[in-house]
T-cell receptor
Framework: AQTVTQSQPEMSVQEAETVTLSCTYD???????LFWYKQPPSRQMILVIR??????QNATENRFSVNFQKAAKSFSLKISDSQLGDTAMYFC???????????FGTGTRLKVLA | SQTIHQWPATLVQPVGSPLSLECTVE??????LYWYRQAAGRGLQLLFY??????ISSEVPQNLSASRPQDRQFILSSKKLLLSDSGFYLC??????????????FGPGTRLTVL
C-alpha cells in the first residue's frame, strides 16, 4: 500500500529563520508526483510546491524548496526566512499517474514565532 | 483561470436530517473531482472521487453518497446525518493527462456541525 508519513506533528521556528519539515513515502511505482500543501487558519488548502519523481533537480519556489531523495523515499520541505504568514498546517501528498488518487500525510502544524 | 466554489460555507444540522453540499468548478473541462473530510486538527480523508459524469468511486462506505450530474458539478449528500459526520468538507479538482498527475486545487470548504 502507498503511504505518506509526516513524523513531526508540531514545529515552531523563529521569524526569519529556516525550518525543515519531513515527509517520507512508500511506493513501488517509479512514476509519481509529490506535493506540499499549506493550510493556514482560514483552512484554504494552497499548493506550495510540487516535484516530479523523474526530475533529479529539487524544486524551488521563492523561499520554499524541497530535498527530494528518491532512493530514501524522502521529500522534505525547507522554508527559508520564515514569516509570520507561514504559520499553518503543512501536508505532504503523493500521487501516481493514472490512479487519480492522492495520498496525504497527517500534517505538520508549523508556528512561526515573532 | 480556473475557480472552484463550494456552498454553503457553514452548516449546522440536527442528527437525522438530510445533507446536500455542492461544489462547482469553472474554467476547465472534464476535471477529476474529489470530496474530502477533515476532522478538527487532523488530516484529509478521501470520501469520493469522480473521473467523469456519473462515475463515482467511494472510499468510505458510510451514510454519505456523491453524485456528478454535470461535468463540473459534484454533490455530497446524506439522507440522515450522524454526529460523526461533523467536520470540514473540502472539494477539489485536478486534471490528469495520460502519463501525468497534476496537483489538486481545493475549494474553500464547508464547516458542518451536526448537533
Amino acid at each position: 500500500a502507498q503511504t505518506v508519513t509526516q513524523s513531526q506533528p508540531e514545529m515552531s521556528v523563529q521569524e526569519a529563520e529556516t525550518v525543515t519539515l519531513s515527509c517520507t513515502y512508500d511506493t513501488s511505482e517509479s512514476n509519481y508526483y509529490l506535493f506540499w500543501y499549506k493550510q493556514p487558519p482560514s483552512r484554504q488548502m494552497i499548493l506550495v510546491i510540487r516535484q516530479e519523481a523523474y526530475k533529479q533537480q529539487n524544486a524551488t519556489e521563492n523561499r520554499f524548496s524541497v530535498n527530494f531523495q528518491k532512493a530514501a523515499k524522502s521529500f522534505s520541505l525547507k522554508i527559508s526566512d520564515s514569516q509570520l504568514g507561514d504559520t499553518a498546517m503543512y501536508f505532504c501528498a503523493f500521487s501516481t499517474s493514472g490512479t487519480y488518487k492522492y495520498i496525504f500525510g497527517t500534517g505538520t502544524r508549523l508556528k512561526v514565532l515573532a | 483561470s480556473q475557480t472552484i466554489h463550494q456552498w454553503p460555507a457553514t452548516l449546522v444540522q440536527p442528527v437525522g436530517s438530510p445533507l446536500s453540499l455542492e461544489c462547482t468548478v469553472e474554467g476547465t473541462s472534464n476535471p477529476n473531482l474529489y470530496w474530502y473530510r477533515q476532522a478538527a486538527g487532523r488530516g484529509l480523508q478521501l470520501l469520493f472521487y469522480s473521473v467523469g459524469i456519473g462515475q463515482i468511486s467511494s472510499e468510505v462506505p458510510q451514510n454519505l453518497s456523491a453524485s456528478r450530474p454535470q461535468d463540473r458539478q459534484f454533490i455530497l449528500s446524506s439522507k440522515k446525518l450522524l454526529l460523526s459526520d461533523s467536520g470540514f468538507y473540502l472539494c477539489a479538482w485536478s486534471v490528469s493527462p495520460v502519463g501525468l498527475a497534476y496537483e489538486q486545487f481545493f475549494g474553500p470548504g464547508t464547516r458542518l456541525t451536526v448537533l
